[in-house]
Structures are given as C-alpha cells and as structure tokens.
C-alpha cells in the first residue's frame, strides 16, 4: 500500500477568494474545478512524497499552523504578499534549524507557514 497524496481541504462559504489568493501569492492554478470544490496545484510540479506534520507547537515559539508549504523563492512570495497589502504575522526570519519563513492569514483565516530551505534560493 502507498498514499499517493495528501490534499489538505479547507472549508469556505465562496471558493474565489481563496483561489484568487493560492493564485496570486503562490502561481497555484486550478486542476479541478467543481464549484462547490476547486484543487489547486503548482504547474509542472513532480510528484512529492505525502507528508503529515504533527506538532505541539510551530516552532520559536509559534502556534501551529494549519498548512506548511514549500516554495523555491521566497522572496518572490514576499513581494506578491507587499503588492497585494498584507502582513505576515510572523517573519520573514531565517530559523536555526535551517529554513527562511513567515506566516501569514489566508482569507479564512487560516495560517499559513511560507517556506524555502536555507541556501535554496
């Protein structure tokens, strides 16, 4: 047996300005769109290995947050995050166990824990 994927799901009343939000902070597009249901996915994306974090905490001290993703240029998110006025809550701090990140709200609500690995930029 082997999970294939994780697809974390987010309950909203409207689905366009999450999509508007995943769309233009991360280039994630819609891969299926139901209307009462849209995944979003990074184009040309290889196939990751499914990951679960389980955390008491989100580390230096944060909460946890409810989605951690990876992206090879942070910098680039940062200045998508300026242009469309908004703050993160935490961050951008480099961390000692070797990533650079912020946390931010999506429209939900729900944070957000933007991330690049040390050096990968």
């Known amino acids: 047996m082997t999970v294939r994927r994780i697809v974390a799901n987010i309950a909203v009343t409207d689905t366009g300005p ?5 769309r233009d902070i991360l280039d994630l597009e819609p891969v299926m769109d139901h209307g009462w249901i849209v995944t979003l996915a ?8 499914p990951q679960i974090g ?3 905490q989100g580390g230096s ?6 989605l951690s ?10 200045a998508r995050i300026e242009r469309a006025g908004l703050r993160p809550e935490y961050g951008p701090v480099s961390e000692p166990w070797g990533v650079r990140r912020l946390f931010l709200r999506d429209p939900n609500g729900r944070l957000l824990n933007i991330l690049e690995h040390a050096g990968e930029e």
């Open 69 to 78: 993703i990876e992206v090879d240029e942070l910098d680039t998110v940062i």
């Open 61 to 66: 001290g944060t909460p946890v947050p409810d």
């Open 42 to 49: 990074a184009a040309g994306a290889s196939p990751a290995r």
């Open 54 to 56: 389980i955390a008491t």
């Open 18 to 22: 999450s999509t508007a939000f995943y």
